[in-house]
């Protein structure tokens, strides 16, 4: 490992170095304590020499791996490293001094996984096992690995008040939670999934802190910003005074995770709430950095969570963008979702949900580019087209669309299970990146609650704060909301791994092997090019449900080609309660050449054949899809309820 971190302690052959910025203080000293707890009767400090830059430093002799120590500024309480590789006993005690040579890596020839190549499945350490560590989740990689999973997203593992968060509350960017095993076991989970072909992704969060146990004002003040503010609060100070080093430590944390723990991509939480009025915006200079720091042949794929559908954040920076690898666009979760469920409350309701709207986001790869956003009252997006199809992360589940629902219910608990194996497939169909939330693939029983361990003051203000967020919709419902700081809560969120062998769940389970395995060996699906995909959608004229009512358009065709031979798939996507189509009619709709259709096509063109029919028995349905008529003209598409058919076309 040739980067070394900056910041924070780095053992030397004589002790450790302790390394603070504290641009204000009139002295800085490091408090070595010979026992966990905050008792100073023992404590011995050490003064640190400040330097030109605002940093105080020195070495102190003696100190060895597992030492604890906090830094005490002008005279002040000890308070935790802001760059702790580890907080052994909580983010308010003292921080321990970590060896970054210790762990014995065994994935010397790995290089991680490419964007195209990603098949990413976002998890919670806390709730994807019982155990809720790094090393329960061992056990479990080869599962992902047979499943076809490619890339594991762990939500954000920063060390965080008590023993149960989602992660947005961590406080300590470089240490990873004691609850989940700290350093040692993340490294350890790190490594064994390479050793299968998984690829790791963080989930960070450098746009805002915890509410408790964050310490980087007790350093300096120039870590936030009265200039910018974000529903958190006062911004991140990414352009002001003493902006140089604030950036430096996000910068730096994001080379940790490279460097020291060998993961291979970052997701940004919220990365629109990291206002920068810099030349060099803050994520563009991450990029640049992280990617300079790792060899030509190392991929490190960066994703950004991002609401304004703004292109220049994938675009590159010789393009005028940022450079970041993909973009969660949650545009087509909404689209797919109000058109099963006609929900539109909250945010949903800047989406229609119609087929054609659903359409189009998949052609383009988000729906708003410009349009104005009737609940937040300003034109919303950008043109896609300049971005590749896979920059775009799709979903039909994640943490937030599950977890900010009042009862944390997914989406296989709203509709019935021949829709959600329909979007199951579009989701795995598309060329866009997809993303799975744990258990999704065996339609968990489960749901995913939002919950914290917050001190009793604190924690009392969040549970109010969460149930008058739902207020109206709790009284409509009489529905309890669940208390976010209850030990239940959480323990009701937790993935029961053994239901995936039982009954529907096993054949949901058998689905998404089928598609995952489709998506990655077809040689159509593997174009994941704008040139290589067609969407439209189905007439009404010709579909069965034509009278029933305003959305009565509920098919789409989409047709995917691969490049360089004539490998070609048609993807049948109903979403009505019935269908019944001319397949070659279809065909030569979604190319655009409908009086071709109407005249009829060669007699001597064969039947397409059928690879996958989602209301197949072998995947829960009892309705499988009808392919009738043996010539090209008479040939018939038939679906009893909500599927998705995939067809061959022939050469």
């Known amino acids: 490992m040739t980067w070394q971190l900056p910041i924070g302690t780095q053992l030397t052959q004589a002790g450790a170095t302790f390394r603070v910025w504290a641009p204000v203080a009139q002295q800085v000293a490091v408090v070595l304590f010979p026992h966990a707890g905050m008792d100073q009767t023992a404590a011995v400090a050490h003064a640190l020499t400040r330097t030109e830059d605002g940093y105080w430093q020195a070495e102190v002799p003696h100190v060895q791996a597992g030492a604890r120590y906090a830094y005490s500024v002008d005279g002040g309480d000890p308070r935790p490293d802001p760059a702790s590789r580890f907080q052994p006993d909580g983010v308010h005690a003292p921080s321990a001094v970590v060896d970054p040579q210790a762990f014995r890596w065994s994935d010397g020839e790995w290089r991680g996984r490419p964007l195209d190549d990603l098949i990413i499945y976002e998890l919670h350490v806390g709730t994807a096992t019982e155990e809720g560590t790094f090393d329960a989740l061992i056990p479990q990689l080869p599962y992902f690995a047979e499943l076809g999973i490619t890339a594991l997203e762990i939500m954000p593992i920063h060390d965080f008040p008590g023993r149960r968060n989602w992660g947005y509350d961590g406080v300590n960017l470089y240490a990873p939670a004691n609850s989940y095993g700290g350093p040692e076991g993340f490294k350890r989970l790190v490594d064994a999934a390479h050793a299968l072909g998984l690829a790791i992704i963080l989930d960070v969060v450098y746009n805002h802190f915890g509410p408790d146990g964050n310490y980087l004002s007790v350093f300096s003040p120039n870590y936030f910003t009265d200039l910018h503010h974000t529903p958190w609060g006062d911004a991140i100070n990414l352009d002001g005074e003493g902006a140089t080093a604030v950036r430096d430590y996000l910068i730096n944390n994001a080379l940790y995770w490279a460097h020291e723990y060998h993961i291979d991509g970052l997701r940004m939480d919220a990365t629109h709430a990291l206002i920068d009025e810099s030349p060099v915006h803050i994520l563009q200079q991450l990029t640049e950095t992280v ?17 304004r559908n703004d292109a220049r954040l994938g675009l590159t920076p010789a393009q005028g963008g940022y450079g970041i690898d993909a973009i969660w666009a949650d545009d087509f979760h909404h689209e797919a979702r109000i058109a099963l469920t006609g929900e539109q409350t909250g945010y949903y309701a800047d989406y229609a949900g119609t087929t054609t709207d659903l359409a189009r986001t998949i052609r383009d790869g988000w729906f708003y580019q410009g349009q104005r956003s009737t609940v937040n009252d300003h034109l919303r997006g950008t043109d896609p087209q300049p971005l590749r199809l896979p920059q775009f992360v799709y979903c039909i589940q994640n943490h937030d669309q599950v977890g900010n629902r009042p009862l944390g219910d997914r989406l296989n608990h709203v509709v019935d299970p021949a829709a959600y194996r329909a979007l199951s497939a579009l989701l795995l169909l598309v060329p866009q990146t997809p993303l799975l939330f744990q258990g999704q693939e065996w339609a968990a029983s489960t749901p995913f609650l939002y919950f914290t361990d917050h001190n009793p003051e604190l924690g009392k203000l969040v549970t109010e704060g969460r149930r008058k967020e739902f207020e109206g919709f709790w009284r409509e419902t009489h529905m309890e909301v669940p208390d976010p700081q209850a030990e239940a809560t959480f323990a009701q969120s937790k993935l029961q ?24 060996i077809h040689p159509a699906l593997l174009n994941r090019e704008r040139d290589g995909l067609r969407v439209a959608v189905v007439p009404a004229a010709d579909n069965a449900d034509a009278n029933a009512g305003s959305n009565a358009a509920t098919g789409i065709v989409i047709h995917r080609q691969d490049s360089t031979s004539d490998d070609q798939v048609m993807i049948v996507v109903n979403l009505a309660a019935t269908f019944d189509r001319n397949v070659h009619q279809l065909l030569f709709e979604e190319q655009g050449a409908q009086e071709t259709a109407r005249g009829g096509s060669s007699a001597a063109e064969p039947q397409l054949q059928l690879l996958l029919d989602t209301n197949a028995p072998e995947y829960g349905g009892d309705a499988p899809a009808q392919l009738t008529g ?5 040939a018939r598409l038939r679906l009893a309820a909500p599927g998705v058919v995939v067809l061959q076309r022939p050469r």
Do not use: C
């Open 291 to 307: 990617r300079a720091s790792l060899p030509p042949n190392r991929h490190f794929v960066i994703t950004a969570e991002d609401e």
């Open 630 to 634: 043996s010539g090209a003209n008479d």
């Open 497 to 520: 791994w053994n239901e995936r062998h039982e009954g529907n769940h096993a054949a949901t389970l058998a689905l998404y092997h089928a598609l995952i395995r489709l998506r990655r």
